[in-house]
T-cell receptor, first 117, second 114 residues
Framework: QQQVKQSPQSLIVQKGGISIINCAYENTAFDYFPWYQQFPGKGPALLIAIRPDVSEKKEGRFTISFNKSAKQFSLHIMDSQPGDSATYFC????????????????FGKGTKLSVIP | EPEVTQTPSHQVTQMGQEVILRCVPISNHLYFYWYRQILGQKVEFLVSFYNNEISEKSEIFDDQFSVERPDGSNFTLKIRSTKLEDSAMYFCASILTRDRGEQYFGPGTRLTVT
């Protein structure tokens, strides 16, 4: 119920190409869907996030597409660059009101993206 | 830009020893979290903390773990008696308010239990 399934596990893209990473979730209570970028030895860095009231959000070369009925969301990286080579994690959370709330993130297993020149 | 900081960056300890991992969340944030990431695996939630008490904890966060906010800036994770399987990267994160879900992560502490 709490899982977020991410694919592919690894992805190799040519410079200038489009990188697409997909995630699916089961818990319909999830209401916040961020993507994180992680470089080796570093903490996850928030890249872009979406809430279920919109179907798409774009920030620069990064776009999230969201399909509420299918319970799926995806990250598109346009004009992929070697500097984009990193591990990307999708995540999801729901605000579980327990008096204080929590908002912890449930992460996918990650996608290692390699952009080759 | 404000950031979450963590110390130490790497901690090596022997099995059975106690360790304390330290975090300084972003100063005006109200919700604090600990996550862990075993090498090559996904990031897993451990515990959330708000208003000086635990909000939620995962099944990983057993009696060997505790958290504390001893002053207005630090947020600590204590592991009382470390096990080999506690070896992982431990990340601290914080968010501003319940209406702003953007979690900011620290650089992590690599814990190695030998």
């Amino acid at each position: 119920q709490q899982q977020v399934k991410q694919s592919p596990q690894s992805l190799i893209v040519q410079k200038g190409g489009i990188s697409i990473i997909n995630c699916a979730y089961e818990n319909t209570a999830f209401d916040y869907f961020p993507w994180y970028q992680q470089f080796p030895g570093k903490g996850p860095a928030l890249l872009i996030a979406i809430r279920p009231d919109v179907s798409e959000k774009k920030e620069g070369r990064f776009t999230i597409s969201f399909n509420k009925s299918a319970k799926q969301f995806s990250l598109h990286i346009m004009d992929s660059q070697p500097g984009d080579s990193a591990t990307y994690f999708c995540a999801a959370s729901s605000f579980a009101y327990s008096g204080a709330g929590s908002y912890q993130l449930t992460f996918g297993k990650g996608t290692k993206l390699s952009v080759i020149p | 830009e404000p950031e979450v900081t963590q110390t130490p960056s790497h901690q090596v300890t022997q099995m059975g020893q106690e360790v304390i991992l330290r975090c300084v969340p972003i100063s005006n944030h109200l919700y604090f979290y600990w996550y862990r990431q075993i090498l090559g695996q996904k990031v897993e939630f451990l515990v959330s903390f708000y208003n000086n008490e635990i909000s939620e904890k995962s099944e990983i966060f057993d009696d060997q773990f505790s958290v504390e906010r001893p002053d207005g800036s630090n947020f600590t994770l204590k592991i009382r008696s470390t096990k080999l399987e506690d070896s992982a990267m431990y990340f601290c994160a914080s968010i501003l308010t319940r209406d702003r879900g953007e979690q900011y992560f620290g650089p992590g502490t690599r814990l190695t239990v030998t």
